[in-house]
């Protein structure tokens, strides 16, 4: 289980590829209209995905078959909730939208309820 810090920093870090580049585009065509999704890409993409994976970097207690549909279900929040935002902010439906809040929701707290659990460090 130890790979699960580094598949929530990886998967991280793509979505910081996808946020870039994005942003770069948006500044590029001084369109900025979809400027939400990209910020939620970026803090919930890669942001918080960074934090989770150095979380279960630093406390192998918690990598746990737990960790793994907490990974899933973080995955699961991005993936829903970015094109959810866009869909919101285009006026084509809100339903993705609320589907990813509460993915991203549950994500954190599964994050609250392991970190209390299993405490923070190697100790
Ligand atoms: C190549 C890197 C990036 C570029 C070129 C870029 C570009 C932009 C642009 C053009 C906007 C719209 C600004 C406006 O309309 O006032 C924006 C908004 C934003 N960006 Fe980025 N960005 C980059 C990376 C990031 C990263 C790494 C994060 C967070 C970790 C981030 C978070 C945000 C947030 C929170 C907003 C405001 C969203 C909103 O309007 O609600 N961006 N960015």
Redesign the pocket.
């Known amino acids: 289980m130890k790979g699960i810090a580094t598949l929530f920093v990886g998967t991280g870090a793509i979505f910081?590829v996808i946020?870039?580049v994005w942003?770069?585009q948006?500044?590029a065509t001084q369109d900025?209209s979809l400027?939400?999704a990209?910020?939620h890409l970026?803090?919930i993409g890669?942001?918080i995905m960074t934090v989770y994976g150095l979380y279960y970097a630093v406390t192998p207690a918690a990598r746990t078959g737990l960790a793994k549909v907490h990974y899933l279900l973080t995955l699961a929040a991005v993936v829903v909730l970015i094109p959810g935002i866009v869909m919101a902010l285009t006026q084509s439906g809100e339903v993705l939208a609320k589907l990813g809040s509460v993915l991203t929701l549950l994500s954190m707290l599964t994050f609250v309820y392991t970190v209390f659990r299993k405490g923070v460090g190697a100790a």
């Open positions: 910081a946020g870039m942003g770069i948006m500044s900025h400027s939400p990209h910020g970026n803090l890669f942001v």
